[in-house]
């Protein structure tokens, strides 16, 4: 059975960096992309950061500049690095894997349970 179990997430104060961790297990043939989503207290979730399996990486707008994403391909993990925090990053964070478990098999949609993140003004 596959799983996303991501950690990482806690309490810190505006404009610290934290990093939060996304590690996939089961048994998985290939990850094509890991992504980063969000979910504030009454908003929708929303994309942040997705990184493809030739390591190429894109963000969403409002945090451009202040996250990168990267992944240990071996470990099958992917990382949020959150530097210059803001109170509006406050959010539950999930991780998401698009991947095969088998050479034929379709893509499928994984989401890790998420991590909450709370930061403080």
């Known amino acids: 059975q596959v799983q996303l179990v991501e950690s990482g997430g806690g309490l810190v104060q505006a404009g610290e960096s934290l990093r939060l961790s996304c590690a996939a297990s089961?048994?998985?043939?290939?990850?094509?992309?890991m992504a980063w989503y969000r979910q504030a207290p009454g908003k929708q979730r929303e994309w942040v950061a997705v990184?493809?399996?030739?390591?190429?990486?894109n963000y969403a707008a409002s945090v451009k500049g202040r996250f990168t994403i990267s992944r240990d391909n071996a470990k099958k993990t992917v990382y949020l690095q959150m530097s210059s925090l803001k109170p509006e990053d406050t959010a539950v964070y999930y991780c998401?894997?698009?991947?095969?478990?088998?050479?034929?098999?379709?893509?499928?949609?994984?989401w890790g349970q998420g991590t909450q993140f709370t930061v403080s003004s």
């Open positions: 089961g048994s998985i043939y290939r990850i094509n992309a």
């Open positions: 998401h894997a698009d991947m095969k478990l088998s050479y034929s098999s379709p893509d499928y949609n994984y």
């Open positions: 990184i493809i399996s030739d390591g190429s990486t």
